[in-house]
């Protein structure tokens, strides 16, 4: 399908030109052939020509009218999945993507397919309008809280592609972005499996953050102000004495073992040590937990 | 000119006030007289005046824009702070700048001169509306400096009733008020068109600027009360839990961008129109030729006011419309573009066989035709349903209207301000700085834009504070055309205030041009005309002769 | 007791014909942008029907029907009152036209004090969705809260042009009532009257689209 968007949009360019360049090229020779003070024939001025006019009116619509119907199917295509398609769940809030599995596996930001399967994706919102926008499959579509709306595609060739959303949706819409990854069946097969295994982890770290009370300043709190974590993973954290640290499977490890360590510049180091509190097994799965929340800046092929 | 007035100006003083002229700038010269006016002259010059001050502004807000999108990674404004931004400009130039650009300055200084009448047809009015637009717009604008929106000037629901931290309702209030100018304004020139034309000035000897604004007056009257009751349930929205909108309890957030867009659809030919307008006097006087196609142009101009008002889904292909509706908006968005169509070929023709001359003025108006179709035609690749699922909400839309809304109306309101200037102030500009400045617009402007289109279709989101760093180069190379575009704002407002007291002395028609505002004095006396002007003689009269240089 | 009539014809116009054609155009242009204003509302209404049309039906039973259509007929009366009004003036009578116009304003008046008592008794009946201390109890879906909040949204901006009608309208009587007035301002009296006749209209308009099309 991008490929088809991709020369419609190529023609439509040149058939444009083509019926606006005599405008120019016309302009430009009569500009130069009848400055004032050249003696040329200026003789036989006509005011008014109905059939030039007609004829302008009429050819560039039917022309254009050509591409009308052509982006149209298209259009329509679009809007009409076929019915084996495999379906995915997006679903968009401030600030980030998560894409549901027909097996149950779930990831943020990022989406993996598998190629030359045609892919339905059900778009929803949990508070304001998104919109998937997926350029390198020329195709995008907005999430509209309160209702389902729908893309698909089918992915021709293996890779790494940008996915955004592009609807303004609030203060980070720009960070709500992340990677597409169109994947052989068999790696895709593959990565369901490990995403489903590594979410058991996660899943278990998702408990162990609330019933350690990790949640109770980190999410929501109003008495606490504790950083945010997702996204952490990967990004550049400020220090409170100047310096910065990419934040890695260890810097998470000490930050939750020694917090007082490394204080997040802005923050009060207020968050007590769990050393000793977390058993070793606890903390992978934490520390997977954490990781899972979003990851961004992560490098494009 | 008299050969004393050569040798002052020689010596760069100021020519002498021999004997004290009761043109409309000198009748009455206190504080009083100028803000309590109801000179339709002096309520133009009221409006140039404030909205260069809002343009300022919003140039200032295109300059943090671009100067943040130098670097991919955000570090120079926040997202925060970045929305906030953009929000701010798109509001100022589109509701304090562009909006009552031409109609409200050239508009209301011209209208009565063109058709031979000593004033709009309620003057009053015509003030109250400036008071109007000056405190609300200056309100707004100060709200959203301080305090500041971060929800793009489309304002889409939800995020704006419920999700957005910020003072959402003080802007939009501010808005809803301005509108009332736009409507008072709208009125007075239907009115005026219909009712206060000099004896003899038929429908069809009207000049073509007249055609477009009195066109363009039916979209203000129309759409604007639209948007004003979308952006008073907004607020009802925000303010009382309204819950029209909110999809929670049953409402539709759609629903606000229909209401939206019906007005903000129209609302763009309300800003292109009038510089439609201003091209057909240009191209005519600096041809020395009569216009090419006169009707045509004129029923194209009603032809983009009515059309205009069926076109309004195009900005909505992709939010889940139902495909029929999407083919139709599609349609008639094309059908659309065929009476702009029909503009440029008649323009083109006009200058066919002419006589022309390369002054500023027109200089401008060949770069309008040039910039407009660009803009015009990506429109209609925008129009093109599924075109628009790639480039829908890409700097590819952004290139788009900027290249009329600043390539086009921008650019035709300088030109016009050029070739009214003599009229206006009585005084000429330099004309070497015109051209130098009219030159680098239009390169600035296309350094500026045009890696926009490129941009777009490579997929870079509009918006959007932080970018993948592939898009740099482009970006870069747009703001670097901006610094250039920004010169080409700062010297005519060198020059032309310079001109104020040192131009040379205009004479009544330095252009030669035809239309009754060339025949009176310049500036012209506080009622217009010594005599109500008797019209026998066709619009763009110009003779069958080259003229001698 | 007839006394001239005219107008005083100001500096920018020909003469008085011209004037009186441009003011009442300019009339006709203002209430043109205000139709398209109450239509934004009644499109949404409209919108909100087809979405979900149980809910507003729930909700239109509740209205109170004959309120609203004695409202109706009030309006219709005033209606009347104000071209008896404009009637007189063009004839020169001072005196009936006053009469006349302090009747409109009065049955604006108790077209008011009735929407009021409308007002209220939805305010007892728990009517009022968008009150945050208040529970909404008419039909538990939220839909039926966004017509009752449209209803709100719509009679309260009518009423809101109707008082600023009745301001209108005595302050008009008021300068009426001096010598000379119609000799120099009888137009203003048409105008008036033209406002008034609009916002009457707009009320035909409301009454069906909420209390009728619904039932
Ligand atoms: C002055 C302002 C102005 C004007 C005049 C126009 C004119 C047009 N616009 Fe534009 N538009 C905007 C301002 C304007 N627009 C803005 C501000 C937005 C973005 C809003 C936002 O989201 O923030 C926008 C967005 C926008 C979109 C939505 C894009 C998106 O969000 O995905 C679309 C889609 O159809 C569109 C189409 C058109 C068309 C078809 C015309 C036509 O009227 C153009 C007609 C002109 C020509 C066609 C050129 C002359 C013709 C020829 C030389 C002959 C050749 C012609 C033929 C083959 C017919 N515009
Ligand atoms: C009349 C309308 C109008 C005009 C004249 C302009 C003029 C300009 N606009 Fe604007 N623009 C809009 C209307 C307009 N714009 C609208 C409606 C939007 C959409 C907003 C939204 O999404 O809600 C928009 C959005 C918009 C964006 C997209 C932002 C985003 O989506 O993230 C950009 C990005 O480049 C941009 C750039 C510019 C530039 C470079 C100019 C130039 O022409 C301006 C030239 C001036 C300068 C270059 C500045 C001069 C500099 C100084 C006086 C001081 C220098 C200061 C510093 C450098 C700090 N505009
Ligand atoms: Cu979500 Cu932008
Ligand atoms: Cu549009």
Redesign the pocket.
Known sequence: MAGEIDTIFALWCVVLFLLVAPVFVFMTWCVIKYRAGRDVDRTHREARNTAVELSWTIIPLLISLVFFFWAGGIYLDQQSAPPDAMVITAIGRQWMWKFQHPGGQWEINDLHVPVGQSIRINIQSQDVIHSLYIPALRIQQEAVPGRTTMLWFKADRVGAYRLFCSE?CGVDHALMAGTLYVMSPADYQNWLRQSGASQTLVAGGKRLFDSYGCSGCHVNSDTVRAPPLAGLLGSTVPLRDGGTVVADDAYIRDSILQPGKRVVAGYKPVMPSFEGAVSQADLGELVAYIKSLGQENERMP | MNPSDAALRDLRVPAPVLAVPDDYLHVEQTLGSWILTTDHKRIGILYLVSITGF??L???A??????A?IVPDGSILSNDV?NRV??L???I??WF??VPSIPNTLGNFLLPLMIGAKDVAFPRLNLLSWYIFVIASLFTVFVMIWGGVDT???FYTPLSTQYSNSYVLTAVFGIIVVGFSSILTGMNFMVTVHKLRAPGMTWFRLPLFVWSLYATSLILVLATPVLTIALILLFADRAFGLAIFDPANGGDPVLFQHLFWFYSHPVVYV?VLPGMGVMSELVTAFSYKKIFGYKFIAFSSVGIAVIGFFVWGHHMFYNGMSPFAGLTFSLMSFIVAVPSAIKVYNWAATIHKGSIRLDTPMLYALGWIGLFVIGGVTGLMLASTAIDGQVHDT?FV?AH??YI??GA??VAFMGGIHFWWPKITGRKYSEPWGRVSALLMFIG?NM??AP?YVLGYMGMP????VYPPAYQVLNVL?SA???V??LA??FPMIYLIWSLWYGEEAGDNPWGAKGLEWLTTSPPPKHNFEHTPMVDFDPYDYPNVTPEK | MSTAVGIKVEEHFHNAEQQRETAKLGMWVFLLTELLLFSGLFVSALVIRVLHPDSVTAVALHLKFWIGATNTAILIVSSFCMSGAIESSRLGLRRPMIFCMLATAGLGVLFLMLKGYEYDRDYVEHMTPFLSFRRYELVGDPASRLFTDLYFVITGLHAIHLTIGIGIMLVMSWLASRPHFLERHQNRIEITGLYWHFIDLIWMIVFPTLYLLNR
């Not at chain 2, 295109?62 to 100067?67: K, V």
């Not at chain 2, 509009?462 to 504070?465: E, F, G, K, Q």
């Open positions: 303004l | 343009f300022v919003g140039a200032i295109a300059g943090l824009i671009r100067l999108l970045y953009f929000t400009h798109g509001v130039m589109v700048f562009l793009g000037w489309t800003m700097y952004v209207f900027h809304m600043v109306t921008v402007f500026t834009f926009q509009r918006r959007y504070a747009s055309g901006a610094t575009l920004a704002y700062i």
